[in-house]
């Protein structure tokens, strides 16, 4: 059982930082719609503390997310061949420009995707922010929370559209190569 | 009859801290959008104009998104810090603020959308 070193960094944006990032979204609806009712008064320090530490997760992970797809894996995606290739299997995005039938999925899905995912830790980055600096003090203040819940929302919109391109991408034009790892030898 | 209030109901914690006015958080809030609508309108001009997105190419094996994406955390992180100094000890009307805030994060979002790119760009 082997993966090439491409893949495994293809694993680690898509399937270790964006779709934890994804799975985290319904805790950070619920500590948002819990700030409506302040904090609990029996832990009220390390209930917040841990609120805190979820939402500055969320943010790092979609810091993570956007640095390890736009500066590790793009560059594989977008690397142009030598003159006269006729192999395009390690060049993905001349790949699927090389046939109309999956041109699209770079012209809009690629190209969609690569922008639209950067809009997520801006927001998250703002909402973990909201957070960490009025506390408890959300559940006076209506419109901060609204705000915090309409960002959080179109970040999980804009990861959704991002993660579901990358994984259509992925399948019709693997990022593929580099050294082999070996994860396990058959008898 | 009326329910007493809970023990659970009651919220030391949140009537104890001193109240941050709104201000910082506005500031959060208007910047993020600032940045969204930064971030549509670098890579509509990226792709729009080639020269542009030349120059915008700061990392080449990245391409344009490298410029596109850096300038726009660049503005979002001065707006953030400009504003957030402007209003850090005011209340703001912060339901104009959400507007603008959400106006700009849809014109951002509409600026990336490619189709709508094509259309702005008379393709």
Known sequence: ?187 | MARPKSISRVRPVAEAAPALPNGPGAAAILAAGVGSLALGLFALAGDAWPALGNALSVWPPTGPLSGVTAAAVVVWLVAWAALGRIWARREVNLRAVNLAAFAMLAAGLLLTFPPIMDLLEGR
């Open chain 1, 1 to 187: 059982m082997e993966i090439t070193f491409r893949d495994a960094m293809t694993v680690m944006h898509g399937m270790g930082f964006g779709a934890l990032f994804m799975l985290a979204f319904s805790g950070a609806i619920a500590i948002i719609y819990a700030s409506a009712t302040g904090a609990p008064p029996d832990a009220p320090v390390r209930g917040r503390t841990l609120f805190r530490l979820y939402l500055l997760s969320m943010a790092g992970l979609s810091w993570l997310t956007v640095l390890s797809g736009s500066y590790l894996i793009y560059p594989w995606y977008r690397a142009t061949p030598p003159a006269g290739a006729t192999d395009l299997a390690a060049y993905p995005q001349h790949l699927l420009l090389s046939n109309p039938m999956t041109a699209g999925w770079h012209e809009l899905g690629m190209e969609w995707k690569e922008h639209i995912a950067w809009f997520t830790p801006i927001a998250m980055t703002m909402v973990a922010y909201i957070f960490i600096a009025y506390g408890p003090q959300l559940a006076r203040r209506r419109d901060l929370r609204r705000a915090a819940l309409g960002f959080t929302a179109v970040a999980f919109l804009a990861t959704a559209v991002a993660g579901t391109f990358g994984a259509f991408l992925n399948k019709e034009a693997p990022v593929h190569g580099g050294p082999e790892i070996v994860l396990l030898r058959g008898r």
